[in-house]
């Protein structure tokens, strides 16, 4: 019995994690659950997976659900808080730890869990964005095994060479290409994004998302952070790493070889996909997602991004390119942008404005520690924020139909 700790269990990722191991009930056992503040979701998942540990990373939340825990008379320790996230993703009962915190909270969990030298099933952007070098250096100290559950890095994963590189091409790689869905806004002018509004946005044409990472898709910042991912997961350099949109999202990336060859993994969009296939690893377990019928498919398409009506992948390129804090700052800059958003206090093209003003405000700085990257994450929030609060006059909103 492997036991799991599944940080973010609430969320979508988390969700289909449960549903991967329900599959495997004598394989997998879940160990600990977390969550931020949602204490019906918790309590269902805690009545219905009975594990060892809650955790909410809401104080309140937290006494909320210890009260709830003790009248259902559930035998569940409830803890709070960073302290509580890491306890349990660094336990020594622990052998798999599912990284699925949405935004910056995700990272100091996950470093917890690379220092205990966990297996990381990493679906937390933000860990390899804000901290890529602190991180990997982390998971190497800690001889902890880093599985990418992005299904793009996990495509690429799978058709990647196993030996040890310094360089791609001395494994005959020549690029690596990201596929992108292009959102729900790939055919629109400028004027329909103008008028974009939350509800058009978090519609996404394929993939069954959270709102954050569904309007990062929308704008393109999605496949900006997983650029930055990729950067660090594959040792790549920015121009050894390409972007192409297939709107079908069929082939989850491809890796090109110095031979003419082009590897592809292919599937359809389904996040259990990888999740089975980290649980497993290296072995193969039945995920509950249905095979893929290329004749259903018929056909797939190609095209390039286009980064002037959807600058965020633009503005991830230049962050990855200045090094150092700038895509930490970048991703601090959109979590915020983004929640503005969604509670309809700025426009959609506001978004990569605010990121690049905040990009050009505040310098980047060589990486030095974590407590700096934390500090630096606050600033451009505090940033950002104010430069929302500037923004004393917005456009009257329009429904644009699809």
């Given at each position: 019995?492997?036991?799991?700790?599944?940080?973010?269990?609430?969320?979508?990722?988390?969700?289909?994690t449960l549903d991967v191991i329900s599959q495997h009930p004598g394989r997998y056992g879940v160990f600990a659950l977390t969550a931020h503040s949602n204490v019906e979701a918790m309590l269902q998942q805690c009545a219905q997976y009975q594990p060892r540990y809650a955790v909410m990373q809401d104080a309140e939340a937290a006494r909320l659900l210890q009260q709830r825990v003790q009248a259902e008379q559930l035998n569940i320790e409830v803890l709070a808080g960073v302290e509580g996230l890491t306890a349990v993703a660094a336990h020594a009962e622990v052998g798999i730890v599912m990284a699925a915190i949405v935004g910056a909270a995700g990272l100091l969990p996950a470093l917890a869990a690379a220092k205990a030298g966990k297996k990381i099933l990493l679906a937390n952007?933000?860990?390899?964005v804000m901290?890529?070098?602190?991180?990997?250096?982390?998971?190497?100290?800690?001889?902890?095994?880093?599985?990418?559950?992005?299904?793009?890095?996990?495509?690429?994963?799978?058709?990647?060479?196993?030996?040890?590189?310094?360089?791609?091409r001395d494994v005959g790689v020549n690029q690596i290409i990201l596929t992108a869905s292009g959102g729900p806004f790939r055919g629109y002018t400028q004027a329909q994004?103008?008028?974009?509004?939350?509800?058009?946005?978090?519609?996404?044409?394929?993939?069954?998302?959270?709102?954050?990472i569904t309007v990062d898709s929308s704008t393109l910042?999605?496949?900006?952070?997983?650029?930055?991912e990729a950067h660090w997961l594959f040792d790549a350099r920015p121009e050894q790493i390409e972007v192409v949109v297939h709107p079908q999202s069929v082939i989850h990336s491809m890796v090109s070889y110095v031979d003419g060859s082009i590897l592809a993994q292919?599937?359809?969009?389904?996040?259990?996909?990888?999740?089975?296939?980290?649980?497993?690893?290296?072995?193969?377990?039945?995920?509950?997602v249905k095979p893929l019928s290329l004749i259903e498919v018929a056909k797939l398409e190609f095209e390039a991004p286009d980064t002037q009506r959807f600058p965020c992948l633009r503005l991830a390129y230049d962050a990855l390119a200045a090094g150092g804090t700038a895509p930490a700052i970048l991703n601090a800059a959109n979590e915020v942008a983004v929640a503005a958003f969604l509670r309809e206090q700025i426009e959609y093209l506001d978004i990569p404005r605010l990121l690049e003003m905040t990009l050009q405000q505040l310098p980047a700085e060589q990486v030095q520690s974590i407590e700096q990257l934390l500090a630096i994450d606050a600033e451009a929030r505090a940033f950002v924020t104010q430069a929302i609060a500037n923004m004393t006059t917005a456009p009257v909103r329009k429904v644009v139909s699809v």
């Open positions: 019995m492997q036991y799991v700790t599944i940080l973010g269990s609430t969320g979508t990722i988390g969700q289909q952007k933000e860990t390899l901290a890529g070098q602190l991180f990997m250096d982390a998971v190497k100290q800690g001889q902890a095994t880093l599985l990418p559950i992005d299904s793009e890095h996990n495509a690429i994963f799978q058709v990647m060479p196993r030996q040890a590189y310094s360089d791609l994004l103008q008028e974009v509004t939350p509800a058009l946005a978090l519609k996404h044409p394929n993939w069954v998302m959270g709102a954050k910042m999605n496949k900006g952070l997983e650029v930055i292919l599937g359809n969009p389904d996040m259990r996909t990888p999740i089975a296939y980290g649980l497993a690893y290296p072995e193969r377990i039945a995920s509950g």
